[in-house]
């Protein structure tokens, strides 16, 4: 029986067994593991609360949780920026921002990430105006394989900020971040439903028509839920917090459909019948809890970028393929927006972008459904969400990142020794020396 430490994703859909599981709280901790582990060659990953759906954490070696190496370590008002450490969740962010009068303008919809776990793994909100998380990013400090402490930003070190700003934890572990703050503000948010395919037809128009757009499907339906949110100097509505829950307990229902599911695959459409159209809801609230909601359902999510353009012709190649396929997750199809980015390994580099998000009970039979659309969305240019479920190996996403060779040629030269390396990245990524000349 082995006595070694256990670890495994907020979903259970990963999991390992470190040789070593460390837990540090100071900077000094994470330095003297990474040049431990270094030494007697094994190798180092770094992880937070474990939100992503893959084995990108996972590691037989060094597993540094940094849960635990959290907090505000200084907010400059006059620049309007924030550094906390690595390890803080985005909802504990969230609050001390709040607390202050500032917040930060964009977030995805789950507030229990790490910041630098979001960083690493390129999450993002919605809004065509508005780049992934790293796009919020000024500065950051990480420890690199032979156990240096690197400052780096767009003057000081600019490719090495380029790159780490989405790395994987391939490039080191991220101790510091710097992030971008604003005004705390409110958003009034409009919740709709129209016909699907009149959405399609004005989608590029649709996506720039409020500063925060999304819309979601249920595979079975012809209508689609909208929802679009601006800044507004109103009050929050009364009661607002309930439309934040809603959403929690629109969760619950899908995670009791999906059992149901697993008894009689073919009631879930029936529970989960939409009207064609309906009502406007609007409400007002502080901006971080329109973003951010519970989710306390644990699923399986897979989620592609593509250019914008695009987004159409997926939807439409993943409604035939679902309906073909006929079996259906009681999760909808959730769709948003961003800006181009300018980190090489961002799914969001150098293009307006639309991601298509799936969520599915964690079953085999389930899971067979992201295996359908899966090469629907990688037909059309996508770049697959490096936190969550996909297939994808080097050979496939090379081509679809203009910059690649530039983050391998970083990633050769701060960690030749695979230090950062792990199974996933060896096939996201292939071999750290891969692509550089002999």
């Known amino acids: 029986m082995s006595n070694r430490p256990s670890w495994r994703t907020w979903s259970g859909t990963a999991r390992c067994a470190p040789a070593t599981l460390l837990a540090p709280t100071r900077e000094d901790e994470i330095v003297h593991a990474v040049r431990q582990a270094a030494k007697i060659g094994r190798t180092v990953r770094p992880v937070g609360t474990g939100h992503s759906f893959n084995?990108?954490?996972?590691?037989?070696?060094?597993?540094?949780?940094?849960?635990?190496?959290?907090?505000?370590?200084?907010?400059?008002?006059d620049a309007g920026t924030v550094t906390v450490r690595a390890g803080t969740s985005l909802r504990l962010l969230n609050a001390a921002l709040d607390r202050a009068g500032l917040a930060l303008g964009n977030l995805g919809t789950i507030a229990e990430q790490t910041v630098a776990g979001a960083l690493a793994t390129g999450?993002?909100?919605?809004?065509?105006?508005?780049?992934?998380?790293?796009?919020q990013v000024t500065r950051l400090r990480l420890v690199t394989a032979d156990g240096s402490v690197r400052d780096c930003d767009t003057r000081e070190d600019p490719e090495l900020f380029r790159c780490a700003r989405t790395s994987l934890g391939a490039l080191g572990v991220i101790t510091e971040v710097t992030l971008r703050v604003v005004p705390r503000f409110n958003l009034r948010a409009v919740l709709g439903r129209e016909p699907l395919d009149a959405l399609l037809e004005r989608f590029e128009e649709w996506a720039g028509s409020a500063e925060h757009v999304s819309f979601s499907w249920l595979p079975w339906a012809d209508s689609a839920a909208t929802r679009a949110l601006d800044r507004t100097a109103a009050p929050p509505t009364p009661r607002a917090a309930r439309h934040r829950y809603?959403?929690?307990l629109a969760e619950v229902r899908c995670g009791l459909s999906g059992l149901a599911g697993r008894l009689r695959p073919g009631i879930v459409p029936r529970l989960g019948r939409t009207p064609a159209t309906g009502e406007r809801v609007t409400y007002v609230d502080t901006a971080h809890r329109v973003f951010a909601f519970p989710q306390p359902i644990k699923f399986l999510a897979m989620e592609h970028a593509l250019p914008l353009e695009n987004v159409p012709a997926v939807m439409a190649g993943l409604r035939g393929a679902l309906r073909r396929f006929g079996s259906y997750s009681p999760y909808s199809v959730l769709v948003?927006?961003?800006?181009?980015?300018?980190?090489?390994l961002s799914p969001a580099y150098g293009r307006r972008t639309g991601y298509v998000n799936l969520c599915?009970?964690?079953?085999?039979g389930y899971i067979e459904i992201l295996r359908v659309a899966e090469p629907v969305l990688r037909d059309l240019d996508a770049r697959p969400h490096w936190g969550k479920a996909h297939t994808a190996t080097a050979e496939i996403l090379r081509p679809r990142y203009p910059e690649w060779d530039s983050f391998a040629r970083v990633r050769?030269?701060?960690?030749?020794?695979?230090?950062?390396?792990?199974?996933?990245?060896?096939?996201?990524?292939?071999?750290?020396?891969?692509?550089?000349?002999?």
């Not at 990108?56 to 070696?61: M, N, P, S, V």
């Not at 599915?360 to 085999?364: D, E, K």
């Open 246 to 248: 809603d959403s929690t």
């Open 336 to 344: 948003r927006v961003g800006a181009p980015d300018d980190s090489p």
């Open 360 to 364: 599915v009970p964690r079953t085999a």
């Open 412 to 438: 050769a030269a701060l960690d030749p020794d695979g230090v950062f390396a792990n199974d996933y990245l060896g096939r996201v990524l292939g071999p750290v020396h891969a692509g550089q000349p002999a």
């Open 55 to 77: 084995q990108l954490a996972c590691t037989d070696g060094t597993l540094l949780d940094l849960t635990r190496f959290r907090g505000v370590v200084g907010v400059d008002r």
């Open 123 to 135: 999450n993002h909100g919605t809004g065509l105006t508005h780049p992934p998380f790293s796009g």
